[in-house]
Protein backbone atom coordinates (compact mmCIF):
# COMPACT_ATOMS: atom_id res chain seq x y z
CA UNK A 1 0.00 0.00 0.00
CA UNK A 2 1.32 3.54 -0.94
CA UNK A 3 1.83 5.72 1.78
CA UNK A 4 0.23 8.92 -0.76
CA UNK A 5 -2.29 8.69 -3.49
CA UNK A 6 -2.68 12.62 -4.50
CA UNK A 7 -4.89 13.31 -6.93
CA UNK A 8 -4.18 17.31 -8.56
CA UNK A 9 -7.86 18.39 -9.04
CA UNK A 10 -7.06 22.05 -10.31
CA UNK A 11 -3.32 23.38 -10.46
CA UNK A 12 -4.24 26.81 -12.49
CA UNK A 13 -3.27 30.08 -10.53
CA UNK A 14 -5.03 33.04 -9.67
CA UNK A 15 -8.14 32.66 -12.01
CA UNK A 16 -10.04 29.57 -13.47
CA UNK A 17 -8.70 29.52 -17.77
CA UNK A 18 -10.68 27.21 -20.61
CA UNK A 19 -9.55 27.14 -23.94
CA UNK A 20 -8.20 24.18 -25.77
CA UNK A 21 -4.39 25.91 -25.43
CA UNK A 22 -4.71 25.20 -21.50
CA UNK A 23 -6.06 21.56 -22.54
CA UNK A 24 -2.64 19.56 -21.28
CA UNK A 25 -2.52 21.08 -17.87
CA UNK A 26 -5.94 22.48 -17.02
CA UNK A 27 -8.02 25.42 -16.02
CA UNK A 28 -9.38 25.00 -12.59
CA UNK A 29 -7.85 26.47 -9.97
CA UNK A 30 -6.25 24.91 -6.58
CA UNK A 31 -7.41 21.39 -5.05
CA UNK A 32 -5.22 18.61 -4.00
CA UNK A 33 -6.84 15.56 -2.73
CA UNK A 34 -4.83 13.38 -0.54
CA UNK A 35 -6.66 10.22 -0.91
CA UNK A 36 -8.22 8.77 2.14
CA UNK A 37 -11.39 6.73 2.42
CA UNK A 38 -14.15 7.11 0.14
CA UNK A 39 -16.19 8.72 3.02
CA UNK A 40 -13.82 10.62 4.02
CA UNK A 41 -11.83 13.06 1.75
CA UNK A 42 -8.97 15.22 2.52
CA UNK A 43 -8.56 18.15 0.48
CA UNK A 44 -5.93 21.20 0.43
CA UNK A 45 -7.46 23.85 -0.77
CA UNK A 46 -11.11 24.63 -2.80
CA UNK A 47 -10.02 26.09 -5.69
CA UNK A 48 -12.78 25.04 -8.78
CA UNK A 49 -10.81 21.85 -9.10
CA UNK A 50 -12.62 20.78 -6.06
CA UNK A 51 -16.08 20.74 -8.81
CA UNK A 52 -14.42 17.67 -9.96
CA UNK A 53 -14.93 15.65 -6.88
CA UNK A 54 -18.63 15.16 -6.56
CA UNK A 55 -18.82 13.11 -9.20
CA UNK A 56 -16.37 10.58 -7.35
CA UNK A 57 -18.56 10.52 -4.06
CA UNK A 58 -20.46 7.40 -3.39
CA UNK A 59 -24.57 8.35 -3.79
CA UNK A 60 -25.66 6.53 -1.05
CA UNK A 61 -23.35 7.78 2.14
CA UNK A 62 -23.05 10.70 4.02
CA UNK A 63 -19.07 12.08 3.19
CA UNK A 64 -16.54 13.87 5.62
CA UNK A 65 -14.67 16.59 4.62
CA UNK A 66 -11.15 17.86 5.95
CA UNK A 67 -10.00 20.53 4.22
CA UNK A 68 -6.77 21.90 4.74
CA UNK A 69 -7.09 25.90 3.54
CA UNK A 70 -3.69 27.55 2.71
CA UNK A 71 -5.33 30.79 2.37
CA UNK A 72 -8.56 32.36 1.86
CA UNK A 73 -7.54 34.36 -1.80
CA UNK A 74 -10.23 33.90 -4.56
CA UNK A 75 -8.81 30.89 -6.44
CA UNK A 76 -8.10 29.14 -3.42
CA UNK A 77 -12.09 29.00 -2.26
CA UNK A 78 -14.05 29.71 -5.21
CA UNK A 79 -15.29 26.55 -5.27
CA UNK A 80 -17.01 26.36 -2.00
CA UNK A 81 -20.34 27.94 -2.83
CA UNK A 82 -20.94 25.74 -6.05
CA UNK A 83 -19.98 22.59 -4.44
CA UNK A 84 -23.15 20.57 -3.68
CA UNK A 85 -22.07 18.48 -0.86
CA UNK A 86 -22.02 21.46 1.23
CA UNK A 87 -26.00 21.81 0.85
CA UNK A 88 -26.52 17.89 2.25
CA UNK A 89 -27.18 17.78 6.09
CA UNK A 90 -25.66 14.46 6.32
CA UNK A 91 -22.29 15.54 5.16
CA UNK A 92 -19.94 16.85 7.63
CA UNK A 93 -16.54 19.53 6.85
CA UNK A 94 -14.14 20.31 9.27
CA UNK A 95 -11.75 23.27 7.99
CA UNK A 96 -8.61 24.25 8.93
CA UNK A 97 -6.78 27.60 8.38
CA UNK A 98 -5.53 30.82 9.79
CA UNK A 99 -7.89 33.21 10.35
CA UNK A 100 -7.33 36.47 8.58
CA UNK A 101 -7.54 40.23 8.80
CA UNK A 102 -9.38 39.70 12.45
CA UNK A 103 -11.76 37.35 10.60
CA UNK A 104 -12.17 33.90 11.62
CA UNK A 105 -12.49 31.26 8.20
CA UNK A 106 -15.99 30.96 9.13
CA UNK A 107 -16.60 34.75 8.98
CA UNK A 108 -14.09 35.42 5.79
CA UNK A 109 -16.20 33.06 3.86
CA UNK A 110 -19.43 33.96 5.08
CA UNK A 111 -18.52 37.74 4.15
CA UNK A 112 -18.33 36.80 0.36
CA UNK A 113 -20.19 33.75 0.20
CA UNK A 114 -23.87 35.93 0.40
CA UNK A 115 -26.71 38.11 -1.02
CA UNK A 116 -25.57 40.40 -3.18
CA UNK A 117 -22.57 38.11 -4.13
CA UNK A 118 -24.35 35.11 -3.95
CA UNK A 119 -28.02 33.72 -3.41
CA UNK A 120 -27.12 32.11 -0.35
CA UNK A 121 -24.72 32.69 2.58
CA UNK A 122 -21.93 30.13 3.69
CA UNK A 123 -23.80 29.63 7.31
CA UNK A 124 -26.71 28.74 6.06
CA UNK A 125 -25.44 26.05 3.93
CA UNK A 126 -26.83 22.54 5.42
CA UNK A 127 -23.77 20.26 5.80
CA UNK A 128 -22.39 19.83 9.49
CA UNK A 129 -19.22 22.69 9.55
CA UNK A 130 -16.41 23.24 12.00
CA UNK A 131 -13.81 25.43 11.89
CA UNK A 132 -10.56 24.73 13.69
CA UNK A 133 -7.44 27.30 13.35
CA UNK A 134 -4.13 26.35 13.13
CA UNK A 135 -1.70 26.81 16.02
CA UNK A 136 1.60 25.42 15.41
CA UNK A 137 0.64 21.97 16.53
CA UNK A 138 0.19 19.04 14.13
CA UNK A 139 -3.16 17.88 13.13
CA UNK A 140 -3.64 13.93 13.18
CA UNK A 141 -6.14 12.62 10.58
CA UNK A 142 -6.32 8.73 11.81
CA UNK A 143 -2.84 7.59 10.24
CA UNK A 144 -2.14 11.55 8.53
CA UNK A 145 0.00 13.78 10.40
CA UNK A 146 -0.49 17.43 8.94
CA UNK A 147 1.83 19.80 10.03
CA UNK A 148 1.68 22.92 9.03
CA UNK A 149 3.92 26.73 8.48
CA UNK A 150 3.10 30.13 7.31
CA UNK A 151 5.07 32.02 4.59
CA UNK A 152 5.57 34.56 2.43
CA UNK A 153 2.46 35.99 0.08
CA UNK A 154 -0.06 38.79 0.74
CA UNK A 155 -1.94 38.26 3.85
CA UNK A 156 0.25 35.21 4.48
CA UNK A 157 -0.21 31.67 3.33
CA UNK A 158 0.00 28.37 4.93
CA UNK A 159 2.45 25.16 3.67
CA UNK A 160 1.35 21.75 4.77
CA UNK A 161 3.80 18.42 5.43
CA UNK A 162 1.65 15.65 5.62
CA UNK A 163 3.77 12.39 6.45
CA UNK A 164 2.20 8.81 6.47
CA UNK A 165 3.93 5.63 6.42
CA UNK A 166 7.55 7.14 6.63
CA UNK A 167 7.04 9.63 3.96
CA UNK A 168 6.70 12.92 3.54
CA UNK A 169 4.85 15.37 0.83
CA UNK A 170 5.32 19.30 1.27
CA UNK A 171 2.82 21.55 -0.57
CA UNK A 172 3.39 25.19 -0.51
CA UNK A 173 1.65 27.27 -3.31
CA UNK A 174 1.14 30.86 -3.10
CA UNK A 175 4.52 31.40 -1.55
CA UNK A 176 7.14 34.48 -2.44
CA UNK A 177 10.83 33.01 -1.92
CA UNK A 178 13.54 35.76 -1.35
CA UNK A 179 12.23 36.88 1.76
CA UNK A 180 14.87 35.76 4.05
CA UNK A 181 12.89 33.76 7.55
CA UNK A 182 10.17 32.37 4.92
CA UNK A 183 12.69 31.22 2.64
CA UNK A 184 14.83 29.87 6.03
CA UNK A 185 11.85 28.51 7.12
CA UNK A 186 10.68 26.49 4.24
CA UNK A 187 13.69 24.81 3.52
CA UNK A 188 13.61 23.08 6.80
CA UNK A 189 10.36 22.65 6.39
CA UNK A 190 10.15 20.45 3.37
CA UNK A 191 13.79 19.34 4.08
CA UNK A 192 13.75 15.45 2.77
CA UNK A 193 10.10 15.05 1.87
CA UNK A 194 9.38 12.95 -0.99
CA UNK A 195 7.45 15.02 -3.11
CA UNK A 196 7.45 18.79 -2.83
CA UNK A 197 4.43 20.43 -4.52
CA UNK A 198 5.68 24.16 -5.14
CA UNK A 199 4.25 27.48 -6.60
CA UNK A 200 6.00 28.10 -9.72
CA UNK A 201 3.86 30.51 -11.28
CA UNK A 202 6.35 33.26 -12.97
CA UNK A 203 8.75 32.81 -14.84
CA UNK A 204 12.02 34.22 -13.45
CA UNK A 205 12.03 36.70 -15.64
CA UNK A 206 8.37 37.94 -14.59
CA UNK A 207 9.03 37.30 -11.00
CA UNK A 208 12.48 39.57 -10.86
CA UNK A 209 10.44 42.89 -12.30
CA UNK A 210 6.33 44.19 -13.06
CA UNK A 211 5.49 41.05 -10.78
CA UNK A 212 7.82 41.02 -7.69
CA UNK A 213 6.18 41.51 -4.46
CA UNK A 214 2.79 39.44 -6.26
CA UNK A 215 3.05 36.69 -4.07
CA UNK A 216 4.58 33.94 -6.20
CA UNK A 217 7.61 31.63 -6.83
CA UNK A 218 9.22 30.57 -10.27
CA UNK A 219 10.58 27.25 -11.50
CA UNK A 220 14.30 28.52 -10.55
CA UNK A 221 13.48 28.54 -7.31
CA UNK A 222 11.18 25.85 -6.87
CA UNK A 223 14.51 23.62 -8.84
CA UNK A 224 16.72 25.43 -6.36
CA UNK A 225 14.91 24.60 -3.34
CA UNK A 226 14.40 20.80 -3.88
CA UNK A 227 18.00 20.57 -4.61
CA UNK A 228 19.10 22.18 -1.19
CA UNK A 229 16.27 20.35 0.90
CA UNK A 230 17.28 16.84 -0.80
CA UNK A 231 13.36 16.30 -1.29
CA UNK A 232 12.67 13.06 -3.82
CA UNK A 233 10.26 14.56 -6.59
CA UNK A 234 9.49 18.13 -7.58
CA UNK A 235 5.82 19.29 -8.75
CA UNK A 236 5.24 22.41 -10.25
CA UNK A 237 2.14 24.32 -9.76
CA UNK A 238 -0.53 27.39 -9.52
CA UNK A 239 0.61 27.80 -13.28
CA UNK A 240 -0.20 31.66 -14.53
CA UNK A 241 -3.55 31.70 -16.31
CA UNK A 242 -1.43 32.93 -19.05
CA UNK A 243 0.73 30.30 -19.82
CA UNK A 244 -0.18 27.73 -22.43
CA UNK A 245 0.90 24.30 -22.82
CA UNK A 246 3.53 24.75 -24.21
CA UNK A 247 4.87 26.62 -22.42
CA UNK A 248 4.57 24.87 -19.44
CA UNK A 249 6.04 22.31 -21.38
CA UNK A 250 9.00 24.79 -21.63
CA UNK A 251 9.57 25.28 -18.04
CA UNK A 252 9.59 21.69 -16.73
CA UNK A 253 12.46 21.03 -19.19
CA UNK A 254 14.40 24.76 -17.58
CA UNK A 255 13.40 22.85 -14.40
CA UNK A 256 14.91 19.66 -15.05
CA UNK A 257 18.32 21.04 -15.86
CA UNK A 258 18.61 21.81 -11.99
CA UNK A 259 16.31 19.06 -10.70
CA UNK A 260 15.85 16.19 -12.81
CA UNK A 261 12.92 14.58 -11.07
CA UNK A 262 11.17 17.56 -11.91
CA UNK A 263 6.99 17.75 -13.49
CA UNK A 264 4.23 19.92 -13.70
CA UNK A 265 1.19 19.04 -12.02
CA UNK A 266 -2.08 18.67 -14.37
CA UNK A 267 -5.58 18.38 -13.77
CA UNK A 268 -6.71 14.88 -13.52
CA UNK A 269 -2.77 13.74 -12.72
CA UNK A 270 -2.75 11.17 -9.98
CA UNK A 271 0.92 11.03 -7.78
CA UNK A 272 1.87 7.99 -5.79
CA UNK A 273 4.55 8.08 -3.69
CA UNK A 274 5.13 4.83 -1.65
CA UNK A 275 5.95 4.08 2.06
CA UNK A 276 9.40 3.79 3.56
CA UNK A 277 10.86 0.46 3.36
CA UNK A 278 9.34 -2.09 6.19
CA UNK A 279 5.78 0.26 6.78
ZN1 LIG B 1 -2.85 33.79 -3.09
Known amino acids: MPAFVIHCHGVRGSVPVSGPQFHHYGGATTCFEIEHRTDHRVLVDMGTGALNIPALLPDDQPVRFTVFLTHLHWDHVLAIPFFGPLYQPSNEFDFYGHPVMGMSIEEAIDAVMRPPWFPVTFRGSAAKKRFHHLDGEAVVVDDLTVRH ?128 PGL
Open 149 to 276: TRLHHPGGVTAYRLERRGAAIVIATDVEHGEEASDAELLEFTRGADLLIYDAQYLPQEQASIRAGWGHSTWRAAAELARRAEVGRLLLTSHDPGRVDEEVDRVVEEARRYFPATDAASEGMTVVIPAA
